[in-house]
C-alpha cells in the first residue's frame, strides 16, 4: 500500500428531498489499497458510491482525484477519471460471450467497420491472465452459462480492462458458495497487488477481516468510524455499525 490518495472526498452531502442521504461524509482510498466500506441497510453506502460515480452527484464537498480537485457530473466523468463499479447485478449480457461482454459498448473495429475479433480475444485472455483467473475455460463461451464466481471474474476484468485507477465492487461475494467466494476475495487482493485502488461494499465481516486493508462505518448517513483492519475486531465494528456515535441525527433540527 502505498501513501497516495487516489480519490479523497471532503464534506460530502447529499439529499433527496426531505432525507438527508449523506452528511458531511469524508471518505479516502490510496493506490495498492482495499478500503471496505460498511454499515447497515439505509447507512448511505449505495448513495456514496453513485456520487462517486456520477449517477447522483454530491449536493456539497469536495472531490479530489490523484490530487486534484475534480467535479464528477456523470457517469462518463467517473470513466475518463478511471473509476469502474463493478454492481451487484454485475451488468452482463447473458446471451454473449466473454470477449463481447468485456466489450460492450467499446468494440474494436477494422476498416469497412468490421470488428476485430482476434485483437479483442487477445486483449481478453491478457486481461484474464494478468489477474490470474484460470476458472475460464473458454472466453468464446456465454456467460449464461458460468457460474456466479466465474461471472464475478468476468465483471471486474472488464472493469480493469480500461486503464482504471479505482475499482468499486458491491457486495461481489454474495450468494456465491465457499470456493467461489475465495476465488473472487484473491482477485480483489490481486488488485490491490496490482496498484490499484479498492472499494470493497459487503455485509460480510468475515470477507472484509479476509482482504481490507482499512474499514469506513457509515451510520444514518455519516461516517461515525475508520479502523486498520489489523488494528481491530469484528465485535468493534459491529458496534460502530449499530450503535456508532452520531453528534447529530440527519434531518433533525437542532434547538
Not at 482495499?34 to 460515480?53: E, F, P, Q, R, Y
Not at 482476434?118 to 483467473?133: D, H, I
Not at 479502523?227 to 469484528?234: N, V
Request: include cysteine.
Amino acid at each position: 500500500m502505498t501513501g497516495t490518495a487516489t480519490l479523497e472526498l471532503k464534506g460530502v452531502s447529499k439529499r433527496f428531498g426531505a432525507v438527508q442521504a449523506l452528511s458531511n461524509v469524508d471518505f479516502v482510498v490510496r493506490a495498492g489499497e482495499v478500503m471496505a466500506l460498511v454499515g447497515d441497510n439505509g447507512a448511505g453506502k449505495s448513495t456514496l458510491i453513485k456520487g462517486i460515480a456520477g449517477i447522483y452527484p454530491f449536493d456539497g464537498g469536495e472531490v479530489s482525484f490523484e490530487g486534484k480537485r475534480v467535479t464528477i457530473h456523470g457517469p462518463r466523468d467517473a470513466a475518463n477519471l478511471g473509476i469502474e463499479i463493478v454492481y451487484q447485478d454485475l451488468a452482463l449480457a447473458d446471451n454473449l460471450d466473454v470477449v463481447a461482454n468485456m466489450f460492450l459498448g467499446r468494440e474494436r473495429t477494422l476498416s469497412f467497420g468490421r470488428i476485430d475479433e482476434v485483437s479483442m480475444e487477445q486483449a481478453c485472455l491478457e486481461t484474464l491472465n494478468s489477474l490470474s483467473v484460470t476458472t475460464i475455460r473458454s472466453v468464446r463461451l456465454p456467460v449464461a452459462s458460468m457460474s456466479g464466481g466465474q461471472r464475478q471474474a468476468i465483471a471486474v476484468a472488464k472493469a480493469v480492462m480500461w486503464n482504471s485507477k479505482l475499482v468499486i465492487l458491491d457486495e461481489p461475494t454474495a450468494a456465491l458458495g465457499v470456493a467461489q467466494t475465495r476465488q473472487v476475495l484473491d482477485l480483489v487482493r490481486r488488485l490491490a497487488g496490482r496498484g490499484l485502488a479498492v472499494v470493497l461494499i459487503s455485509h460480510n465481516l468475515h470477507d472484509i477481516f479476509e482482504v481490507a486493508d482499512r474499514i469506513t462505518v457509515l451510520r444514518l448517513g455519516r461516517k461515525v468510524a475508520e479502523f486498520k483492519r489489523s488494528e481491530t475486531t469484528q465485535q468493534e465494528v459491529v458496534h460502530a455499525i449499530t450503535a456508532g456515535s452520531l453528534e447529530s441525527v440527519p434531518g433533525m433540527v437542532e434547538a
